[in-house]
């Protein structure tokens, strides 16, 4: 069975690798910095744990402040925290899975993106994940096949009904859902914002595969499913929102622009057919679970 250390535990994309249907290959084991945890870890005394960490095959770095959160001082610690992983998995030959955002770029939503399209330097969130990646990079320069980064769209739904949603609620499609049950409306500023969405079951399909294949080769990859106008989404939340309760949305949309949508450039080994029953599924989910 393939051991793999998840590093930010207790966060929302960790909790839809937890929540997932059972895996037999794969063991798990989340590891967080909050000391009430089941696995409480000292990211910044990673040497101290090379030991009790040596028999883990694969390592996901998941840690980092979300985009409402980042300050100098947290900025600094994750790039301190990411140095200590990949010295971690040099020393026990670990192989590493980053997760980076599509928010790296400068263009995303405004024009086809590809890993060498242009990088965000002044949004200090992208540069954040920037950062971390040239430290991976850099540390792994002289080692084979021992990373991938995976600069990811926006990961929505989860798979049960969570008491306290804390950081997901800042997710774009959770947040309008939301905003659907409590107002029975939905209020869109720019309905021309394009943003690719990835359900949450794909993610960790994904994540699974790589692990699988052992796609590893010191690589960025873009991951995306499906690219929509905010429009698009509002009008997909209704049509589902109708559909499970016989009600009715309120959709305002502002400052609408109709446009191409635009494409991601994904490795073909990861890319994934967009299926539009796998999608409305995922929205279903999210609107039951937050109405319990």
Do not use: W
């Not at 028999?55 to 998941?62: G, R, S």
């Amino acid at each position: 069975m393939t051991r793999i250390a998840v590093f930010g535990g207790t966060g929302y994309l960790a909790s839809l690798i937890k929540n997932q249907n059972n895996v037999k290959t794969n063991k798990y084991i989340f590891f967080s910095r909050k000391k009430t945890s089941r696995n409480y870890i000292n990211y910044l005394s990673l040497k101290k744990n090379y030991n009790k960490l040596k028999n883990f095959k694969f390592a996901i770095h998941l840690i980092g402040p979300n985009n409402n959160q980042v300050d100098k001082k947290k900025y600094l610690i994750k790039n301190k925290i990411t140095s200590n992983i990949c010295d971690l998995c040099l020393a026990n030959n670990i192989k590493l899975i980053y997760i980076s955002s599509l928010q790296v770029y400068s263009d995303y939503g405004k024009k086809n993106l590809s890993t060498g399209s242009r990088i965000n330097l002044k949004i200090a969130y992208s540069k954040s994940h920037y950062d971390s990646e040239k430290i991976i990079k850099t540390k792994f320069l002289n080692h084979k096949n021992m990373f991938t980064i995976l600069r990811i769209g926006n990961v929505f739904g989860f798979k049960i009904k969570k008491k306290k949603l804390g950081v997901s609620m800042n997710n774009l499609i959770h947040s309008l859902c939301i905003l659907a049950l409590k107002k029975k409306k939905i209020l869109i500023k720019n309905g021309s914002i394009q943003r690719t969405f990835i359900p949450s079951q794909i993610f960790v399909q994904t994540i699974n595969l790589i692990i699988k294949k052992k796609f590893i080769k010191n690589s960025i990859i873009n991951i995306s499913y499906k690219s929509f106008n905010l429009k698009n989404i509002a009008q997909i939340i209704a049509k589902r929102f109708n559909f499970l309760f016989n009600l009715n949305l309120d959709i305002q949309i502002k400052n609408f622009i109709k446009k191409n949508i635009f494409l991601i450039y994904c490795n073909q080994n990861l890319k994934v057919s967009y299926n539009k029953n796998t999608f409305f599924f995922e929205i279903d989910r999210i609107l039951k679970n937050l109405k319990k």
